[in-house]
């Protein structure tokens, strides 16, 4: 989806007697589109150091193996996006429950070229966690949606490579909106800013959002796909761990002969 753009106002009260006047709209024109990255990226790093997670093995060695075993963050709750959206903790809950297919992608390209992983090689579910557990100095609680994606060499080798090398640090969701509301920072309209008053303190970013002085609430969203990307909305969507199982596997054989040699 394009980045929802507002027309340019003078000042910031024309610009919510605008959103308050044009909301069922707005809404609806959000909603009509799947939403997909646009915005910020990480910087590059071979497994996200904040988390303590270890491939194990070197790159060199993911590299040859046919399939690496990733966990990647593709969407996370509590933050202000570059769309102006605060995801909120649930959002996924139905779609979860009844989505019969997902896909990680390359780039929110739905084309055979570009799928990482389906079916079998592709688990998708939420996890909480905190901030600090993602590896980001901020406080409170995310609810993160998950993939833990099986990337197979002879499916797609040059994704296979990009994780293997830790050059992707940023996840985005392809989603359509279901329910949302519009919150505003301004007494002169008392339902957006109640909506404010009770999700504003959920963002863990507060300073953008301060300097919008509004954004969206979204309280349930449907899952579409998952993506790497180079950048996205929501830059706190990193690649939790990349490994190996056969290297895991070959790792306990390496301790338990080196256990016994020492015996």
Known sequence: MKKFKLPKFADKQELHKFLVENEDLIIAQKKSAIKEAEGFSSSP????????????????????????????????????????????????????????????????????????SSGDDLRVYTESKTWKQ???????????????????????????????????????????????????????????????DKYFPMGANKAEAEQWGYFWAILEAKYVEGSAVAAGSNKFTPTVSVKSEVLVEQTLKEQAIKSWLLK
């Not at 993911?62 to 709750?77: D, H, M, R, Y």
């Not at 570059?82 to 929110?108: F, I, T, V, Y």
């Not at 998950?146 to 499916?155: G, L």
């Not at 040059?158 to 919150?183: I, L, R």
């Open 45 to 116: 790093v071979l497994v996200y150091k904040g988390l303590g997670v270890s491939t194990q093995k070197s790159e060199e060695e993911l590299l040859s193996q046919p399939i690496i075993e990733t966990k990647v963050a593709i969407n996370t709750t509590n933050v202000f996006d570059s769309h102006k959206d605060l995801h909120l903790p649930g959002m996924w809950d139905k779609s979860l429950g009844e989505n019969k297919m997902s896909l990680h992608l390359q780039e929110h390209s739905r084309t055979f070229k570009n799928i990482i």
């Open 134 to 196: 993602l590896g980001y100095d901020m406080e409170g609680k995310t609810q993160v949606l998950m993939h833990d994606s099986n990337i197979r060499k002879s499916r797609n080798e040059y994704m296979h490579e990009q994780y293997a090398k830790g050059y992707v640090t940023n996840h985005s969701v392809g989603m359509q909106y279901v329910k949302m509301v519009t919150c505003i920072n301004d007494e002169d309209y008392p339902v957006q800013k109640e909506n404010w």
